[in-house]
């Protein structure tokens, strides 16, 4: 079974810079998170989907991140305009809806640096 | 938000010691997980312990769960050099809810 694929590994741009990540899901999960991890810090909730929806976007600052995921299966991230503190790591991770519990698999991540 | 605190945010021994870490919550959980994350890699589901139950076991790790003092421990015994990495517990207030990640504990196993 194919994991959660993300791209690219690595990036780097100049505060104001717009980017984008993507994921590609584990065949078949309904839901679909993106987190993302500060150095040194557990990761934190960005959004959920389930399927093109979104479940929960509470912490997502919507002023400059924005997500949508395609037809229930792709998704993109975008940062726009990029501050210094949006450095981190970007995971993306993917749950069965049909658990009876969240057992989330993840990406490798992308990891983002803002000079 | 964070859920709540791994303790300690650090631990160092040596090959064949055991290891433990703590976690502490904050809110009324489903399920409790632990994750562990390679230097630069994502994270890995470890074991998983239901919000009924005590105790779980799976090879070298042990978790107990205790709801009253919303707290949970990982043990890993007979720790080898590759169990080096952070843990992460994690916790979801109901099925279908997004996973919510504590600060996590890194570990080193030295040889």
């Known amino acids: 079974e194919a994991g959660v694929a993300q791209s690219p590994r690595y990036k780097i741009i100049e505060k104001r810079q717009s980017v984008a990540f993507w994921c590609n899901p584990i065949s078949g999960h309904a839901t679909l998170y993106w987190y993302q991890q500060i150095l040194g810090q557990g990761p934190k909730l960005l959004i959920q989907f389930q399927n093109n929806g979104v479940v929960d976007d509470s912490q997502l600052p919507k002023d400059r991140f924005s997500a949508e995921r395609l037809k229930g299966v792709d998704s993109t991230l975008k940062i726009q305009p990029a501050k210094l503190e949006d450095s981190a790591v970007y995971l993306c991770a993917s749950s069965s809806y049909l658990a009876s519990y969240t057992e989330a698999f993840f990406g490798q991540g992308t990891r983002l640096t803002v000079v | 938000s964070q859920q709540g605190e791994e303790d300690p945010q650090a631990l160092s021994i040596q090959e064949g010691e055991n290891a433990t870490m703590n976690c502490s919550y904050k809110t009324s959980i489903n399920n409790l997980q632990w994750y562990r994350q390679n230097s630069g890699r994502g994270l890995v589901h470890l074991i998983l312990i239901r919000s009924n139950e005590r105790e779980k076991h799976s090879g070298r790790l042990r978790v107990t769960l205790d709801t009253s003092k919303k707290s949970s421990s990982l043990l890993i015994t007979a720790s080898r050099a590759a169990d080096t990495a952070s843990y992460f517990c994690?916790?979801?207030?109901?099925?279908?809810?997004?996973?919510?990640f504590g600060k996590g504990t890194t570990l080193s196993v030295s040889s």
């Open positions: 994690a916790t979801d207030e109901e099925a279908g809810t997004a996973l919510i």
